[in-house]
Every structure is written in structure tokens, then in C-alpha cells.
């Protein structure tokens, strides 16, 4: 029977708003020996479920797969995640014989753990074994390189995380209308990439539309802008050292080259991908360099260019990633039919089955962490047992088994990893116990 971890909290007096938003703001809330409880009979995902307390007034929530637990909050590790039990659990009207008020308007927030299909895996085995990381610790990709340290997509982004220890980064690249590849990710869709509006302060419209000395000698980032998780202070002061502005591809991957780093060139702009071939080739990086989009044909524009394979393991020697945000049923044929050598899922979408689904087809697997707009939007409005990518966050995607990881902060999972290997992983800043009601035993979360 599976059980679900949720944490202790008595609400006391306080007043709370159900229809407040989610924010990183700490709450004043207090932890008792009470414990929200877990109930089989409820679906969690009605929200016009009946809810009800017991008599001690702890809240019972149903289980999406069933059994009852509780769970001591001990460890400050789990503090951080007590503001967000405040808006999204529904509240026990203590002056209205228990019944429950309920946010109508808001959807219930759903388990991570659940929707990956690892509520096993993660709440009821030990540390070390439920997540098999011992034989199969994933890849450490940085998304634009290390965007919470440095600006994105530059060439200080991918040096600062090659120092933190990633083995791979990802960046995004267009063909700009004088013929040069640069490096850069910008606003829009994925239909309609490369937009500057909010990203410059000073130029408007599509990268698209500029030369490569326009760009390098105008350009002005938005310090403020949201998407660039480093902040104000990092970009003025890269500014003051010259090193504020969007790169060439080549200047990129020269650098690469001389750290061994693995690029997983994102083919961003439209009719990428023989340039972008011609340059890796020229600069003799095959074994450097993966190639990935959105947009199939691009990948598939590669693999028929480039077909080999290797006559000792028969893979492929030149690597392409098949990008989906929302899976379709057929992704495996899409993928398949595009020459791919790994699909690249959304890291909510990277389903338990989907990873295994990926494997039996002989491709490799990587979860994709959305931008930091997108992942405060996600753990404010979708799960309510994670934080933004913090280690719970990792952990649980990990237990899919998904091979590679590209995120925005890789170097909490560089740090996380490089314990596990030191067999410290279950030191008191990350764990947990849980008493099962219906058990004499307790097992470890992580």
C-alpha cells in the first residue's frame, strides 16, 4: 500500500485566504504532533470532494492511490514547503460543525511523485535503493548553462557550469540574416522564437531581423527581466567586465572544446541545422555535440545528412534529442521517424513508463526543466510536495529513471550527486520520517 507524506501544521487562529497566490513568502505558522492525515476514499483531484476533520481537528485528505499516513515534520528541510500547505490544502471551518471551505475557483494542487508515477518508489523504499542511483546517476545537463549564477546562453554562463561540474549544457541557437550563428533564447513560442521585447531595453522585434554586429555592438539585456534567474547585481557586473552580450555559436563552442564539455545545441531558429552541422564539423566536435528541437524536421534534416552509425555499439554517431512539451500518444514513432537517439520529455511529463517506454526503444532519456518563470508558475499552481527545483524536486524525478537532466540549477544536483556517491545521502538536511497508521514500521522518504 502506498503511503503519502504530508506535513503537520496547526493553523491555530490564523486567518487564511484561499484565494491568495502562492509565493516564496515564509508564513508564521506553527508545527505540532498533529498530523494531516491521509484517507483511500476521497479522489484528490474532485475538488468538490468531501473533506472533513477528525477529532482532534487534523485535516483528512484522500489519497489519490489509497492508504492513510502522517508525517512528523522534524527536519528544516521540509520548512520551506509549509507556505504552500497554507494555500493550497482546503481549510476546516472550525465554527461550521467541520465542514470544509473550498476553493471552487482553484484546483486542487496535485503530488509530483504522483503524476510521475513514483509515489511508490519515493515514499516507501530507503534511500539509496528506491532510487537505484547507485548503478544509474543521472547526467547533469545546464539549461542555457547556469542561469541562476550568470545570464544565460553566454559564454560566462557555460564556463561557470562547467566549474560547478555539469557534464553537459544546453543552448539555443538561430541563423541570423547575415549568416552567423548565435547563441541566444529570448521571447515567444516555439513557433515564434527569438523575440527581444522583454529581453532588451533597447531593441525591439525578432532576433531575426538583425545583423550579428547589430546585436553584438546595440544589444542591451534587460536586467530585470524574470526569465534570467541571476538577477541585476550578476548582469551589471558582467556588463562592467564586458562579458554582457550574445555570443557566436563558435565562440561557444570553442570554449567548450577546450573544457570537454558536451553542447545539446537546441535548433531554435528556423533552416539551423546544416550550419550548425558545418560548424561542428569544422571545428572537429562530433563527439561534443547532440543536436535537439521542437520542430522534428530540423533533427530529422541532421540524421538523414548524417546517418552512421557506430560499428561497435550501432548507435549513432551523431546524437539528436526529440523535443515534445505535451506528449502525444505516437511520440515514440515521431521520435523514431526523425532519426532521434534520445527524446527530450518536459521533467512533469517524464513519466515512470514513458522513461521505461523510451528505453525499450532504444533511445536514451532527458527531462527538461521549464525556465524560472515556468517553474515558479509550476510549484505555485500544480504541486504542493516540491519546491522549485530543490532536492525533493530532483528526487522525485529521478525515480523515474530518466537518464539525463537539464535544469536550471544544477549545481544543487551536482552537490546532491557528489553526496550520494560519498554515501552521505540521507544526512538530517533531507529527510524525513513517516509513521504509517496502519503499519507498526516507519520508512524514509528520501
Not at 506553527?30 to 474532485?46: H, R
Not at 520551506?80 to 500547505?85: T, V
Not at 532519426?339 to 526503444?361: D, M, P
Amino acid at each position: 500500500m502506498v503511503m503519502n507524506p504530508h506535513l503537520n501544521l496547526n493553523r491555530g487562529n490564523t486567518n487564511i485566504n484561499n484565494d491568495d497566490t502562492l509565493d516564496n513568502t515564509v508564513h508564521s505558522t506553527s508545527l505540532s504532533s498533529s498530523a494531516i492525515s491521509l484517507d483511500s476514499t476521497t479522489d484528490v483531484s474532485d475538488v468538490s470532494s468531501s473533506y472533513t476533520s477528525d477529532n482532534n481537528m487534523n485535516l483528512v485528505i484522500p489519497s489519490v492511490t489509497g492508504g492513510i499516513a502522517t508525517a512528523d515534520v522534524n527536519d528544516q528541510s521540509l520548512l520551506s514547503h509549509i507556505d504552500q500547505y497554507q494555500d493550497i490544502l482546503p481549510l476546516v471551518d472550525n465554527n461550521s460543525h467541520n465542514k470544509v471551505v473550498k476553493n471552487k475557483e482553484r484546483p486542487l494542487h496535485k503530488s509530483l511523485a504522483s503524476t510521475l508515477e513514483v509515489e511508490d518508489i519515493v515514499y516507501n523504499r530507503s534511500p539509496l535503493t528506491s532510487f537505484g542511483l547507485n548503478n544509474n546517476q543521472p547526467i547533469v545537463c545546464g539549461h542555457r548553462g547556469a542561469l541562476y549564477s550568470s545570464l544565460e546562453n553566454t559564454r560566462h554562463a557555460f564556463r561557470t557550469a562547467s566549474q560547478i561540474g555539469c557534464d553537459e549544457v544546453e543552448l539555443d541557437v538561430f541563423l541570423l540574416k547575415c549568416g552567423t550563428l548565435c547563441v541566444f533564447h529570448g521571447d515567444g513560442t516555439d513557433q515564434n522564437p527569438g523575440l527581444l521585447d522583454d529581453y532588451s531595453t533597447n531593441m525591439k522585434g525578432s532576433i531575426l531581423d538583425y545583423t550579428y554586429e547589430e546585436l553584438r555592438s546595440k544589444m542591451q539585456f534587460n536586467k530585470f527581466h524574470q526569465e534570467f534567474g541571476c538577477g541585476p547585481s550578476i548582469i551589471h557586473d558582467l556588463e562592467k567586465r564586458g562579458e554582457c552580450y550574445i555570443p557566436t555559436l563558435e565562440e561557444v563552442l570553442r570554449d567548450a572544446k577546450e573544457s570537454n564539455l558536451v553542447v545539446k545545441i537546441e535548433l531554435k531558429g528556423p533552416n539551423t541545422a546544416l550550419p550548425t552541422l558545418d560548424l561542428v564539423e569544422k571545428l572537429d566536435m562530433v563527439h561534443l555535440c547532440h543536436y535537439s528541437s521542437f520542430n522534428l524536421s530540423q533533427i530529422r534534416t541532421i540524421r538523414e545528412a548524417r546517418p552512421q552509425r557506430s560499428s561497435l555499439t550501432g548507435e549513432y554517431v551523431y546524437k539528436t534529442g526529440a523535443l515534445f512539451s505535451d506528449v502525444p500518444e505516437n511520440y515514440i514513432d515521431l521520435a523514431l521517424d526523425a532519426g532521434a537517439s534520445e527524446v527530450h520529455l518536459k521533467y512533469s511529463t517524464c513519466t515512470k513508463s514513458r522513461v521505461e517506454e523510451i528505453h525499450r526503444a532504444g533511445m536514451d532519456s532527458m527531462c527538461w526543466f521549464r525556465g524560472p518563470v515556468g517553474m515558479a508558475e509550476d510549484v505555485r499552481t500544480k504541486f504542493f510536495d516540491v519546491g522549485n527545483e530543490d532536492e525533493l524536486m530532483l528526487r522525485v524525478v529521478m525515480a523515474t529513471g530518466v537518464r539525463k537532466m537539464c535544469l536550471n540549477k544544477p549545481d544543487i544536483l551536482v552537490a546532491m550527486l557528489n553526496r550520494i556517491s560519498g554515501g552521505c545521502i540521507s544526512d538530517a538536511s533531507t529527510t524525513s520520517s513517516i509513521s504509517c497508521s496502519n503499519s507498526s514500521s516507519s520508512s524514509s522518504i528520501f
